[in-house]
């Protein structure tokens, strides 16, 4: 398997655009995980699906983020508008129930200025 | 809910030293705990987990950790590290959902 895959790598916007991140999750994992990780707040857990339903989008900052995930394979984490104070890594992760581990993809580094 | 605490920040050390990286949690129900390691412009990686039963758990490149009940704490070691072994440690708790709640991390900085 190919791992969690994230597109892009790298994002770079300017404030007020909209900005999207892509996620294919490991197949045949029940559950996806959006974090963000920054210097002064760690990794922070945005709001995360279990078989395709989301179950706690208690750590999305405000009504500017959303998430979907039409498919078991496709999650994407939707930002508009954004904001310099959203520029951050945004990890997704996958994994096949409570007891096994998460697989992380490599991140997608995004920049608003 | 859940919590973990990273008590160190950085923790700087000379190759071959042993380490310790601690962690400390709080649940008000059974835990699952584990460590995870991140080398630059990587996603985490699994490094160890405990679920149940020995509390000393072993995980990949020489790392252990111990989980203490009565101490609430989950702290990782390795008796020699090696430069390769620069990089963030995390450690993560879940209890009664999927939900991962990640600590602050702990950066281990190894010197030759």
């Known amino acids: 398997d190919a791992g969690v895959i994230q597109s892009p790598r790298h994002e770079v916007t300017e404030m007020g655009q909209e900005v999207t991140l892509r996620c294919k999750p490991i197949?045949?994992?029940?559950?996806l995980f959006w974090y963000r990780q920054t210097m002064m707040r760690g990794l922070e857990l945005l709001i995360y699906f279990n078989n395709n339903v989301p179950i706690d989008d208690s750590g999305m900052p405000e009504d500017r983020f959303s998430a979907k995930m039409p498919n078991a394979s496709f999650s994407t984490l939707k930002i508009q508008p954004s904001e310099p104070r959203d520029s951050a890594v945004y990890f997704c992760?996958?994994?096949?129930?409570?007891?096994?581990?998460?697989?992380f993809g490599n991140g997608t580094r995004l920049t608003v200025t | 809910a859940q919590s973990v605490t990273q008590l160190d920040s950085q923790v700087p050390v000379f190759e071959e030293a042993p380490v310790e990286l601690r962690c400390n949690y709080s649940s008000s129900v059974s835990v699952y705990l584990f460590w995870y390691v991140q080398y630059p412009n990587q996603g985490l990686q699994l490094l160890l987990k405990?679920?149940?039963?020995?509390?000393l758990v072993k995980g990949i490149n020489g790392f252990e950790a111990e989980f203490n009940k009565s101490q609430t704490s989950f702290h990782l070691r390795k008796p020699s590290v090696h430069i390769s072994d620069t990089a963030e440690y995390f450690c993560?708790?879940?209890?009664?959902?999927?939900?991962?709640?990640f600590g602050t991390g702990t950066r281990l900085q190894v010197f030759p």
């Open positions: 992760a996958s994994s096949l129930d409570r007891v096994s581990p998460l697989h």
């Open positions: 197949s045949g994992h029940n559950s």
């Open positions: 405990y679920l149940s039963g020995s509390t």
């Open positions: 993560a708790v879940s209890g009664d959902t999927d939900k991962l709640i």
